[in-house]
């Protein structure tokens, strides 16, 4: 077993254990390994241990990634999840290639990603950044903001409103961060309140899962505990 397998085993054992301390079901948080500067031959062991869905920061980068594994591994579906900052000159390729998109934050780009979309293909699931800890060094729209994308979001028939995403500050306090995760919780269940099928909060990174997973969230994003630094 190689140690990316470890490794992964390891970070589903710690989903199962932090959902269980919060009397919450494992089945309902889902794991993006993300595999952002890391190698085919890293992807291929995680493949191997039984992971399925990866996120990507870089477009190209993904869409290389993507590409390949769909020529050589046709026996295997893999879900790509882009979760990185969108320019609106690379939207095409994000609507073309990836099945999700985590950092919506625009109208612009969500009416590029909708034209963009390949009318052959599944409507594109996509998820509303949220600038939770209101960073100007951050993407993502304020809380204000949530509802009126939502409804945009809502009338693109080749988009697929499925919930939300942060990035929070770097914090150190398990009970600061809990605080700021809980705050996406509620945003969460009012948009819930608002809009059918929004079943995704993506919270949650290697530094701050188990905090994530306490707070509600439904999807986490882990790449340096399984891959561990990034190959550049």
């Keep these: 077993m ?19 301390d919060c009397g919450r079901d494992p089945q309902q ?6 595999s952002k500067s890391q190698t085919i031959e890293a992807i291929e062991s995680a493949i191997a241990a039984g992971q399925r869905a990866f996120g990507e920061n870089y477009v190209k980068e993904g869409v290389k990634k993507i590409v390949w594994f769909r020529e050589r591994l046709q026996s295997v579906t893999l879900i790509w999840h882009f979760i990185g900052p969108l320019q609106s000159n690379k939207s095409a390729l994000v609507a073309e290639h990836f099945d999700w998109c985590h950092t919506l934050d625009r109208p612009k780009i969500a009416r590029k990603l909708n034209n963009q ?6 409507p594109l699931n ?10 100007l060094t951050k993407t993502g729209i304020a809380f204000d903001q949530m509802l009126t994308l ?12 499925r919930g939300l995403m942060a990035i929070p500050a ?45 707070a509600g969230s439904t999807l986490v994003r882990i790449g340096t505990a399984i891959f561990g630094g990034r190959v550049t």
């Design 2 to 20: 190689s140690i990316i397998e470890q490794n992964l085993q390891y970070v589903l054992y710690q989903i199962r254990l932090a959902a269980h």
């Design 29 to 34: 948080i889902n794991l993006v390994a993300v």
């Design 117 to 122: 979309r390949p009318a052959g293909r599944l």
């Design 126 to 135: 996509v998820l509303i950044q949220i600038n939770i800890s209101c960073e």
């Design 150 to 161: 939502a409804s945009l979001i809502s009338r693109c028939p080749r988009l697929k409103l």
């Design 170 to 214: 770097l914090e150190e306090d398990f009970q600061r961060k809990l605080a700021v995760f809980k705050h996406m919780f509620e945003l969460y269940k009012t948009l819930q309140r608002f809009h059918y099928g929004i079943d995704t909060l993506s919270l949650g990174m290697t530094n701050c899962m188990l905090p994530a997973i306490t």
